[in-house]
């Protein structure tokens, strides 16, 4: 029985993947006067996210390239057109494209959860149905950032297909939510739990101590991972396995949020959940949250 590091039971993940498109515009609602009533064109930038379980053997919310597929059809009817004369983008403001994307994305993918619309480098907006929260006043939320860890991992794929071995810069970011009043340094324990689990992660190799393809064995100093007639084999000491499928970034996200959730200090603060973000490449990251007790 080869030791996997647990993460209790994740609930939900939040994936993000980004496209582009070129399109003109005008706004016919601010006036003669104002530079943007004047037809002009932008390089659009779209975030689309998905939110939902993760396949407990998929490791995943959803295959990135199957939302590339959709979102390209979607977002590719924007491309080299002038947006004003598409029905339903009269007045094609960010938040009415955001709007207008996040509609017809909705409608094609489950889960669809925000779409955020760059009209510039500096200039965004994101579309998100409010869901309910709980009143700002019975709990503060603290954001941890500038976390890093580098690691090395593959994920295997039906029907016998695995990655490359490479390797990420992963960027995380945590947020936890507390009830207000708590007395100590929060945030240096915070931070220091947070590093504490990415260091588990860090120049390691991580793998899937349950692979969604293939199977794990342990031979003496290495680990085997065999996938269809392939048998890849790890040095043991370089490696840490994790409970999961895959070591997509919804996994990983996941499996952090519940690690830090996990962390006695983190109950002795009296938080109530853990937020992890995680940023794999320019445009893959996830997020997940973990109940804390
Ligand atoms: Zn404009
Ligand atoms: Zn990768």
């Known amino acids: 029985m080869i030791p996997r590091s647990g ?31 004047r037809v002009h064109g932008h390089l659009f930038k779209v975030e689309v996210a998905v939110e939902g379980e993760v396949d407990p053997v998929l490791g995943w919310v959803m295959d990135f390239g199957d939302l590339a597929v959709v979102s390209r059809q979607v977002i590719g009817e ?9 029905p339903g983008l009269a007045n094609p403001t960010s938040e009415n494209l955001a709007r207008y994307l996040f509609d017809r994305l909705a409608a094609r993918v489950a889960g669809v959860s925000a779409v955020t619309v760059h009209e ?11 869901r309910p929260v709980a ?43 507390l009830a207000p009043g708590v007395p100590g340094d ?39 991972l065999v996938v269809g007639d392939e048998t890849v084999t790890l040095p043991r000491m370089d490696c840490v396995v994790l409970d999961v499928g895959n070591t997509t970034t919804e996994a990983l996200a996941a499996w952090a ?13 009296r938080a109530t959940r853990v937020e992890v973000t995680l940023v794999e490449s320019l445009d893959a990251s996830a997020r997940a949250e973990a109940t804390v007790g």
Not at 257 to 269: D, G, N, Q, T, V
């Open 120 to 130: 510039s480098p500096t200039s965004r907006c994101t579309w998100r149905p409010v």
């Open 135 to 177: 009143p700002a006043t019975t709990e503060v939320r603290i954001t941890v950032g500038g976390l890093l860890f580098s690691a090395a991992h593959l994920l295997v794929l039906p029907p016998a297909i695995r990655e490359p071995i490479h390797g990420h810069d992963y960027r995380m970011t945590m947020v936890v939510t």
């Open 257 to 269: 949020a519940a690690r830090i959730a996990a962390r006695p200090e983190i109950a002795a603060l």
């Open 186 to 224: 929060i945030d240096g324990v915070l931070r220091s739990c947070a590093e504490a689990v990415a260091a588990e992660l860090d120049h390691r190799f991580v793998l899937a101590g349950r692979p969604a393809v293939g199977r794990l064995e342990e031979r003496g100093d290495s680990f085997a």
């Open 78 to 86: 924007l491309d080299h057109r002038v947006l004003n004369v598409l």
């Open 7 to 37: 993460s209790g039971c994740p609930v939900k993940a939040e994936i993000v993947k980004e496209f582009t498109f070129e399109a003109a515009h005008h706004l016919p609602e601010v006036g003669p006067d104002h530079k943007c009533s």
